[in-house]
């Protein structure tokens, strides 16, 4: 199946500084990759849709001005947590789908656990 | 809107014991229908989709899901787990144009010998 790799697969950090956490599809050519944040025992929740080329889309009640996603090939998006706060450690997960390829199937990273300290 | 609900937060189970985890939806429009397994520390894969046809989908590892539109549910089976098959699992629905997917809360199999 196809490949997506996220990196660092893990962060602690300082509270106020900023993380960038790399998604990147090593085999296909991702037209859509998607940005989900998920809490222990509950479901992923989409925070933004990114398409190559074109400013996400972010689901309602999360901060495009925290959460900054760039989508700037169609091989590469980047999550950039600006100004973390001990409330923004989560685990993060992108997924990539090709839709010529996939017929809607994801591709998702292992996730990038990020703990502020 | 579209919601996905996954009654059950943990399944416990024996080996070669068959599993049932359950899987409703709530949907105002068609969507398409999909179970996905995260093994401990690995990133989530598909398992398998319902885009259409038979109602009645096998996926890998012996795992199958029936589609029932009149109960709106996508319930996943294996008739024999192994011990290899604990992880956790999540339904998720996406619309015709896969612009988005939604997920339920996952729920974890944990098969005992």
Known sequence: ?117 | AQSVTQLDSQVPVFEEAPVELRCNYSSSVSVYLFWYVQYPNQGLQLLLKYLSGSTLVKGINGFEAEFNKSQTSFHLRKPSVHISDTAEYFCAVSLYNFNKFYFGSGTKLNVKP
Not at chain 1, 32 to 45: A, C, D, E, G, N
Not at chain 1, 87 to 107: K, N, P, T
Request: net charge neutral; charged share 20%.
């Open chain 1, 1 to 117: 199946g196809a490949v997506v790799s996220q990196h660092p697969s893990w962060v602690i950090c300082k509270s106020g500084t900023s993380v960038k956490i790399e998604c990147r599809s090593l085999d296909f050519q991702a037209t859509t990759m998607f940005w989900y944040r998920q809490f222990p025992k509950q479901s992923l929740m989409l925070m933004a849709t990114s398409n190559e080329g074109s400013k996400a889309t972010y689901e309602q009640g999360v901060e495009k001005d925290k959460f900054l996603i760039n989508h700037a090939s169609l091989t590469l998006s980047t999550l950039t947590v600006t100004s973390a706060h001990p409330e923004d450690s989560s685990f993060y997960i992108c997924s990539a789908i090709s839709g010529a390829r996939s017929r809607g199937e994801l591709f998702f990273g292992e996730g990038s656990r990020l703990t502020v300290l």
